[in-house]
């Protein structure tokens, strides 16, 4: 397949994910009980299989290899990305694809602490980049308007832009907080419980669960199995923190005095001097 027809192709396919996506999300807010049991089949369509092979493959990680040495540019340039998406389908459908274990890299933070980065094989982040296009629409419609980290079009500025905001008006205190190790210590079990409230298609949960039993290479060329948590630098760990996370977003929401109160409620504690929640907690 030569430039111009490879990029009609993706052209296309892109329209055809925006089409399906957009589809998925006006299903999910339209029936927020609503359990999608016909996934699969859309992380193996071609369509979506090459804008996720697009994106990993502009992405700038796409340079670093995984436990199998191969980078995007080896896959592109010895084998072929149509045999490899082909191949990848294949596998997929067939459901013999077992992810690959990530391998550890130990990045270095301010204070003399270090950050761990656990970075798949290209060919595990192609089947994670479509998954997440499937299943980050149907999310989008639960997750709340004050969370802002790792979703698309938001970012932690906007965080503080609406924090400066409501401080600029009439609310006076902020309340910082941190999950300590939040990717390393989501527990497997409450995250496919989550998973499982808007997804009943068993092939994607069990994908979910390889995914996230993966296991680490470590840099000393141990490896170790993953009984809690998800990796950082994994393509699906965001979204999939985020679903994790979205349990306090609604916890917050139903508390005295906060998004769910009704307006004599707030009123009352109004006129009691007790604090009060904006419209929705500013979430990072």
């Known amino acids: ?22 589809k998925l999300h006006r299903w999910s807010g339209d029936d927020p009980h609503r359990r999608f049991d016909d996934l699969y089949n859309l992380v193996t369509d071609p369509a979506f299989l090459l804008v996720a092979w697009d994106r990993v493959r502009s992405n700038r990680g796409a340079r ?43 990045i270095p933070k301010a204070g003399g602490k270090v950050r761990y980065l656990g970075i798949a094989t290209i060919r595990d982040r192609v089947a994670q980049a479509s998954l997440k296009l499937v299943l980050e629409p149907i999310w989008e419609a639960d997750f709340r308007p004050c969370s802002y980290g790792f979703r698309p079009n938001r970012r932690a500025h906007d965080a503080v832009a609406e924090v400066h905001h409501l401080t600029s008006r009439s609310y006076e205190w902020i309340v910082e907080g941190d999950i300590k190790a939040c990717f390393d210590e989501i527990s497997h079990a409450a995250l496919m419980d989550r998973v499982r409230e808007r997804v009943g298609d068993k092939r994607v949960l069990a994908l979910v669960k390889a995914f996230l ?45 906060g ?13 009691r001097g007790s604090a009060q929640l904006p419209a929705g907690p500013v979430c990072g």
Do not use: C, W
Not at 221 to 238: E, V
Not at 259 to 271: F, Q
């Open 64 to 106: 670093t290899a995984g436990v199998d040495g191969r980078t995007a540019h080896y896959i592109e340039s010895v084998r072929g990305a149509e045999g490899f998406l082909a191949d990848l389908r294949a596998d997929l459908k067939a459901r013999t694809f077992q992810p690959l274990p990530v391998r550890r890299r130990a």
């Open 259 to 271: 998004p769910a109160a009704s307006r004599l409620e707030r009123a009352k504690r109004r006129r």
């Open 1 to 22: 397949m030569n430039t111009d027809e490879l990029e009609y192709a993706l052209l296309k396919a892109e329209r055809r994910v925006l089409e399906i996506q957009t």
């Open 213 to 257: 039993k993966a296991g680490i290479l470590t840099e000393e060329g141990t490896l170790t199995d993953t009984n809690a948590g998800t990796p950082q630098g994994s393509i699906l760990s965001p979204l999939l923190s985020n679903v994790a996370l979205s349990v306090l977003d609604e916890y917050i929401a139903q508390g005295p005095g």
